[in-house]
């Protein structure tokens, strides 16, 4: 018989958000027509921008003409989205990125999932307690984790970011090949400051070590101090790769279509010494194993550097944090304790001392008819924490708090 890849036994039974859906599921089966508002999943819930539909459209009008079809594309994105990403997103913005630096892909969680494929599997990996779940387990599903230890793998590096820290990671006090690092931070929505990203990229150099950075939620930072690229960081050119999304910055979670940037001076080595441009690897992988986004969806990203786009895009940004500053001003006036919220789409709320946060998951939606995300699924640094997104509804999302204040 076929053997196994075991590295799968060490992982936890089901992926978090899968398991949420089960609980929902089986409470629904069993409260049968229960009206449950979902601030669960950071799903995002407006239509697309009108500039991005008409691009659609015009781009599948291309499609059914001799003219205008498309088959198979590069593998990296056409070169109207690279250069419209680099030109908008980087160079506009004072950063040097060239086209060939951009990666486009169907998006940013099966690319951070996969870019662990370009490292040794003798790596040590540093990631964030909490922290998005695909960080650590796809590097499980690589066999970098070790088996699970009282709650911890133990050969991965945690970076504990409790309140007493400020949900901020701390520096390791060893060496780490791979850093995995999310600001604006899901699930937590704190946000690395310039001084902070610049220790980070400080330690990569010294270490020799790769900064996996997602940004997915650069486009939720308000505060102009706060930067929203690595890449603004001196030397972070040459130690990090940066994940970016259309799926929350311009509602495309269900359209796919992001990209990552893999600047041509990060470098890893052989095990001779000779060294190898990670733009180059990923480049080799993704002809090998990834046929390209469709054309009409990467007409439709396009469109989002359209004045039209940006205006558009911006306004359901801003919509999105006016459900943020409802959850805020809501649970603020009930005394809760809140991080986030601010300058990212979610809010990460401390329960009161002593409750667990699988108990309050079950409290909020039998009493409320509300759900969330407990802290414990993003690790064990989570357990006495709740998210809740602000990606919801207006109506909902006021009608949600409107359900804690009476419940709960
Ligand atoms: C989340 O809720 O954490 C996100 O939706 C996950 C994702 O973007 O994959």
């Known amino acids: 018989m076929a053997l196994m890849n075991e590295n ?3 992982l936890a039974g089901s992926y978090l958000f899968a398991e949420i859906n089960r ?20 799903d995002v819930t407006q239509p697309l921008a009108p500039a991005v539909v008409e691009a659609m459209v015009s781009a599948s009008r291309e499609m059914g003409s001799k003219d205008g079809f498309h088959g198979y594309g590069p593998e990296q994105g056409y070169e109207f989205l690279r250069s419209a990403i680099a030109e908008y997103d980087y160079r506009k913005r004072g950063i040097a990125v060239a086209d ?8 940013s969680k099966s690319d951070v999932a996969n870019f662990q494929e370009l490292f040794s599997g003798d790596c040590s990996v540093a990631i964030t307690d909490p922290v998005y779940p695909v960080y650590l387990d796809t590097n499980i599903m690589a066999g970098r984790s070790g088996v699970m230890n009282n709650g911890r793998y133990e050969k991965i590096v945690y970076l504990k970011c409790t309140a007493e ?4 990671p701390a520096i390791p006090d060893c060496h780490v090949d791979m850093i995995y690092l999310c600001s604006p931070n899901n699930p937590t929505g704190t946000v690395l400051n310039r001084e902070q990203l610049t220790r980070w990229v400080e330690y990569a150099l010294a270490e020799k070590a790769v900064i996996l950075f997602d940004s997915a939620y650069e486009a939720y930072i308000a505060d102009a101090d706060l930067p929203r690229s690595i890449y603004e960081i001196p030397g972070a050119e040459k130690v990090a790769v940066e994940f970016r999304s259309f799926s929350k910055t311009a509602g495309f979670t269900g359209t796919r279509c992001a990209y990552t940037v893999i600047p041509h001076t990060v470098m890893v080595s052989d095990g001779n010494g000779g060294l190898h441009e990670l733009n180059q690897l990923w480049l080799r992988r993704q002809t090998t194993k990834f046929n390209g986004v469709p054309y009409v969806i990467q007409r439709a990203a396009a469109a989002v550097y359209s004045d039209e786009g940006r205006r558009q895009i911006k306004e359901q940004v801003a919509y999105y944090m006016e459900n943020a500053a409802i959850i805020r001003n809501g649970l603020e006036s009930m005394g809760w304790e809140l991080y986030g919220g601010k300058n990212a789409p979610y809010i990460w709320l401390k329960l009161p001392e002593g409750e667990l946060s699988m108990n309050f998951f079950d409290r909020l939606l039998t009493k409320a008819g509300v759900v969330g995300t407990p802290g414990v699924g993003f690790g064990p640094c989570g357990e006495g924490c709740f998210r809740l997104t602000a990606f919801g509804e207006r109506n909902r999302t006021i009608e949600a708090i409107e359900r804690i204040k009476l419940n709960m």
């Open 165 to 168: 820290n400020g949900f901020i």
């Open 8 to 10: 799968y036994l060490n």
């Open 100 to 107: 060939d630096e951009i990666f486009v892909s169907d998006g």
């Open 23 to 42: 609980k929902v599921g089986a409470y629904l089966k069993s409260n049968p027509g229960a009206d449950i508002i979902r601030l669960g999943i950071g």
